[in-house]
């Protein structure tokens, strides 16, 4: 354990996993809760479009990056409520189109983009400092709405029409939740990539559903989970030669696995109790 | 006892196409109210204009004595219970979380609900659920949800009701129980109660008035008038022979 710590970049990466795990499984209870999983994975690989721009363009690939995830899925909810479409439909528009201007973007460069490889498939072990600062940024801003709102965000979640029927602004509440979570499929991109990134948004949330009967214990069992995920993905990715974002996946994966397992012995346990 | 609705020649126009024209109809106090039309004749639309959450653009709608323009200001007064799609079936909250919901509006934001134990459980005994407080919702059965969430809409005591089918789904005896429960909260809150229903039988057995609406207005009167009227029949495009009040054999549909 010393041993990993005395190198700076693990001290980075195990500062990175806490930032980013406790962002993604608090996101992660609203995205179940709300059913809009398949937005995590369309607004990643929108931000494909948004990140090989920057590299093309030589601005801050995570800054294009960022305006594209927060705009795909703040447009997403607006077109989805103003047009009357399925929050399916048009992120599936978004992804296709995002996707296809990254690949576009990415078959004029000329050489190796060694950033461009670190985004699709996450390389925690570069985090910097800089990096560093805009996760812990994106957290304080992202927590503090999520805590600002939470009542009426789990009002929404619930029951939006019953939301609207008692005058709460509806649609603004909710598109600050769908920023907050462009924002944290962005700062999570550099954990564990564009690619598998939705997994990380999706399934401590799930998890957690199927292990808690209430809000509060869902939460927090999402909490663990992520953070259990993010740092157990790390340590592995130290000691055997497994790239830490697809550890990191594995591990949530076999914890979502282990979770179905356990359910009915977990549920026969608080039967007992009560 | 004062009018708690008027709606007067009221009309609703929904993406370019009006959706409701003529709608002429009042609700006093203590009275229960009866909505009834065919699928797509605009009943929830019809709510959802006297909640103001739809402009009307013609006609004069008048809620809790004020203008169809200022019904924000009146909206804490209305309970309003969506229909049961409405709401996610598996979600982690327990009935007392349910009717917590109730008690948030735009003066709750970014503040503390007060006297929030005691109006949630004030809600839940007039529903007669006090003992559920603290189980999960999802694990209620249907009847009881439904109960659940009429606390919800009751929790902040309202001076009237708006139900969009809240018996859809229900089997017979929690449909009657339902009915029953409304009819006591009608009595003992003087409650003015407006009950959207595809279930002519029972609502005619319950309500004080019915409105039968089809896109416009067709009749508006006791359910005995209404239930013998030809209009019913315009309105639903049915031959009802034999329905009315005492004597509930059917219909025969186009």
């Known amino acids: ?274 | 006892m004062g009018e708690l609705i008027r709606a007067v020649d009221l009309g609703v126009i929904l993406g370019g196409a009006k959706v409701l024209e003529g709608i002429t109809f009042s609700v006093k106090a203590g009275e229960l109210t009866g909505i009834i039309g065919p699928n797509g004749a605009g009943k929830t639309t019809l709510l959802r204009a006297i909640l103001g959450l739809l402009r009307i653009c013609e006609g004069e709608l008048n809620v809790l004595g004020v203008p169809d323009t200022s019904l924000m200001d009146v909206r804490p007064k209305i309970g309003y219970m969506p229909q049961r799609q409405s709401f996610e079936r598996r979600f982690p909250l327990s009935a007392a979380d349910v009717v917590a919901v109730g008690l948030l509006s735009p003066a709750t934001v970014l503040r503390k609900i007060t006297d929030k134990d005691r109006s949630i459980r004030a809600a839940l005994q007039s529903v007669g659920m006090e003992n559920y407080a603290g189980r999960p919702f999802k694990e209620l059965s249907g009847g009881e949800q439904q109960r659940i969430l009429l606390a919800r809409s009751l929790v902040r005591q309202p001076e009237l009701l708006l139900l969009d089918e809240p018996n859809a789904g229900l089997d017979f005896p929690a449909q009657q129980s339902f009915l029953q429960l409304l009819h006591n909260l009608k009595h003992e809150k003087g409650l003015a109660i407006v009950l959207v229903s595809h279930d002519l039988v029972s609502i005619a057995s319950s309500a004080d008035q019915l409105v039968c609406i089809n896109r416009s207005m067709h009749i508006h009167g006791s359910p005995a008038e209404v239930l013998r009227s030809s209009h019913l029949h315009e309105a639903y495009r049915c031959q009802f022979d034999y329905l009315s009040v005492g004597d509930k054999r059917g219909a025969d549909c186009e």
């Open chain 1, 1 to 274: 354990m010393s041993e990993i710590l005395a190198y700076g970049f693990m001290q980075r990466a195990l500062l990175a996993a806490l930032l980013v795990g406790t962002l993604c499984s608090t996101i992660s209870f609203f995205v179940v809760l709300k059913r809009i999983s398949f937005l995590g994975a369309g607004i990643s690989h929108t931000a494909l479009g948004g990140i090989a721009l920057g590299l093309v363009a030589g601005v801050d690939p995570v800054l294009t990056g960022s305006i594209f995830a927060v705009g795909t899925a703040m447009s997403t909810g607006y077109i989805s409520r103003v047009g009357k479409i399925s929050e399916d439909t048009v992120i599936g528009i978004f992804y296709a189109f995002g996707m296809a201007l990254g690949i576009a973007l990415i078959s004029t460069f000329k050489g190796y983009y060694p950033e461009l490889f670190a985004l699709l498939f996450g390389n925690i072990l570069s985090v910097s400092v800089k990096d560093l600062l805009y996760m812990s940024l994106a957290l304080v801003v992202i927590l503090a709405y999520i805590i600002l709102f939470f009542k009426e965000l789990l009002a929404i979640c619930f029951d939006e029409e019953m939301a609207e029927a008692a005058g709460l602004p509806v649609k603004p509440i909710f598109l600050g939740l769908l920023a907050a979570m462009g924002l944290t499929v962005m700062v999570s991109i550099q954990l564990v990539g564009v690619v598998l990134v939705s997994a990380l948004i999706v399934i401590p949330g799930a998890t957690a559903s199927r292990l808690s009967r209430n809000y509060r214990g869902m939460l927090a069992i999402s909490l663990v989970i992520g953070l259990a995920g993010s740092f157990g993905g790390l340590f592995i990715s130290y000691y055997y030669p497994v790239p830490p974002g697809a550890a990191i996946v594995l591990i949530l994966a076999a914890i979502f696995v282990l979770s179905m397992a356990v359910k009915p012995w977990f549920e026969k346990h608080l039967r007992d109790k009560e």
